[in-house]
């Protein structure tokens, strides 16, 4: 492989990347286009009907045949009804949207790519994957939004007890904390990796491991322990700010060819870029499922479903429908880039965590670090609240037992174990395809479908009532734990 790609022109090759780019990022535009405008039109007889119903009430407030009371009482009726929901406005609620969806783990999807394919046109079916997985993701959160507002519930726990049942419970409770826990731990892994080339790029050298403590001791703990995370509230914008500046500077460093024979970090980068043959036809692989399962978990947002349609000022299900095509849209977008970026640049050499793979030299490359470092610092503790307390749920230990002395020692054990962890487990493409394929896939496209299959049941149990919708939905659900199975067996081969 390293012959064939010692063989080939830096000039040849280039030409074919930037085309490989173009037609990508074009399929990526195109395909948030039409998530926007499909999820749009098929809403706009929701909201005219809608308006229709609300014009009919103001005409009726209207009528001389009702009392001038009556009228009053209407119209307050009538405005509460058009006004219903949270004050939040839908660029508001875009905005805290793509915060929640847009995480770190963005920067392990080149190495997804590069599970597959090693030739640049292997991006042409990983940016597919990327549109389709996140358009199936933001339907199944718009599921969830739509169960909770046809039950009446105000939390996807809630929504499952009274559409599924309470006897499966534990199944929610425990898929959050697995969930949130290989969030924590991927955190700790990219806090590690970046604060040792941070560190090297000072001039100042320690271990993976004495780093890990270092930031375990002095910052992850004490934040943990906090019972009141207001205070980081205001921090969160630095998370998006951050992915935006890595896209940028990853663009720059490609544009730039500053890693490409003769670039100025080629002869200092961390892996050299390797490229082969296998492209687009290799995305016929099963290993083609490692990145589809990071993408599981890339886009998971679903817990907060039911709060953004609160907090929707005006919340029909229309409004909350441009909220999720335009987030989702978004989030495609921006994956699209860093992916295309970093495969492009390093291909096969692709690193779990792509800023692995900068110089530490790099100047661009170390600001996207400390950017990405203060971003997962500030989201650290907020994932950690779902960890400690998915596993509190578990063993159900109700809210007044949950003293101070309980959770600071829960929040104590479960961080030890996942600092045990991350000190010995290097490859955070492996944990984040491990953990997407397990719970991930479960929490976006099983549990979703499974309420949504459940609310279509007759009334008197037998049978159901088929829509144009439901053996779709169903293929959702059946891909969902195909994908899982799959793909948490390729994922542990590839260790």
Known sequence: MTGLKESRS??????????????????????????????ITSQSSLESSSLLLRGGALASVNSKNVPRKAQTALKVAAAGAEESGGTATIPNEVFNLVKSIAGAGVLSLPYGVAAFGNAPSALVPAIALIAVMGTLSAYTFGLIGRICQQTNTSSYSDAWDVVVGKSTSALIAFSCFIDCFAGNL????????TLVNLLASAGVAVTR?????????????PLCLLKNLASLAPFSLVGIMGMLYTTLAMGLRYFGKAYAPGGTYYASQLATPVFGTAGASAALSPKSLILMCMLSNA??????????????????????????AWSFGTSISL??????????????????????????????????????AISITCSYPLIFVGTRDGLLDLFKVSSDKRSNGLLNKVTLGILAVVTAMAAQLTDLGLVASVGGATFGTALVFVYPIVMFLKSQKKKDGKGFNFTAETIPAALIGVLGLAMGAIGTVLSLQGA
């Open 186 to 193: 991927s955190y700790s892994m990219i806090l590690a990796d």
């Open 209 to 221: 491991t004495q780093s890990l403590l270092g930031v375990t001791g002095v910052v992850l703990l």
């Open 335 to 372: 994956y699209a880039l860093i992916t295309a970026f970093g495969f492009l640049t390093f291909g096969a050499a692709s690193n779990g965590l792509i800023l692995n793979n900068y110089a530490v030299s790099d100047a661009l490359a170390s600001v996207s670090r400390i950017a990405v």
């Open 299 to 324: 886009y998971i947002a679903h817990f907060n479903a039911p709060k953004f349609l609160a907090e929707l000022k005006n919340n029909t299900m229309a409004r909350f429908h441009q909220v999720i």
């Open 10 to 39: 830096h000039a040849t090759m280039v030409p074919s990347r930037s085309l490989v780019l173009f037609l990508v990022l074009l399929f990526a535009a195109v395909s948030s286009t039409y998530s926007f405008s499909t999820t």
